[in-house]
């Protein structure tokens, strides 16, 4: 079955620690692969996607995410964390139509 | 103004009550999709429609129906809410180049079912 899991359920990382978010998947074939966050009462934003091509992609707010076929896996990466980090974040996968993980909630300490 | 707009953003009701949300967009997308979000789940697909005549069947749509009226409008009903139905709903676009691409979400409606 076409699935996609997302292992941490809640992350806390300490201001200006690295950051990586777990995302596996399940499909037949590779889908298109994506990262959206979401913030306390709002709709869901694009962090960054994966098509095809380079398996290491750059997003917005400093993420980025590596592909890795091998593992059916699509990390999400991030070198130094800001309090303005903390949200949710979901990992994506679409193939004919999107579906979601769980969703890892990160919450940063001072 | 927002270019996904979903009402009413709140609502309260009674188990058995008929319930519509709606959901219109300005960006002239032809796929809209509707997504239930619960806890710990994640989001889940409920419904999905790529153009004004299709209709598709997401994850989890026992209790649910759907309205394309419009490129722009895509409503969701439950016609007979059920406490389980508590959730946060969300409506989203996307474009129609290739396979699925980016979805751009409203801001959510919360239903409380009683």
């Known amino acids: 079955a076409q699935s996609v899991t997302q292992p941490d359920i809640h992350i806390t990382v300490s201001e200006g620690a690295s950051l990586e978010l777990r995302c596996n998947y399940s499909?037949?074939?590779?889908?298109?692969l994506f990262w959206y966050v979401q913030s306390p009462g709002q709709g869901l934003q694009l962090l960054l996607k994966?098509?095809?091509?380079?398996?290491l992609v750059q997003g917005i707010k400093g993420f980025e995410a590596e592909f890795k076929r091998s593992q059916s896996s699509f990390n999400l990466r991030k070198p130094s964390v800001h309090w303005s980090d903390a949200a949710e974040y979901f990992c994506?996968?679409?193939?004919?139509?999107?579906?979601f993980g769980a969703g890892t909630r990160l919450t940063v300490k001072p | 103004d927002a270019d996904v707009t979903q009402t009413p953003r709140n609502r309260i009701t009674k188990t058995g009550k008929r319930i519509m949300l709606e959901c219109s967009q300005t960006k002239g997308h032809d796929r809209m999709y509707w997504y239930r979000q619960d806890p710990g789940l994640g989001l889940r697909l409920i419904y999905y429609s790529f153009d004004v005549k299709d209709i598709n069947k997401g994850e989890i749509s026992d209790g649910y129906s759907v309205s394309r009226q419009a490129q722009a409008k895509f409503s969701l009903s439950l016609e007979s809410a059920i406490p389980n139905q508590t959730a946060l709903y969300f409506c989203?676009?996307?474009?129609?180049?290739?396979?699925?691409?980016?979805?751009?979400f409203g801001e959510g409606s919360r239903l409380t079912v009683l």
């Open positions: 499909y037949g074939a590779t889908p298109y």
């Open positions: 994506a996968v679409a193939f004919n139509d999107m579906r």
């Open positions: 989203a676009t996307s474009a129609s180049t290739g396979s699925t691409g980016e979805l751009f």
């Open positions: 994966y098509f095809s091509g380079d398996t």
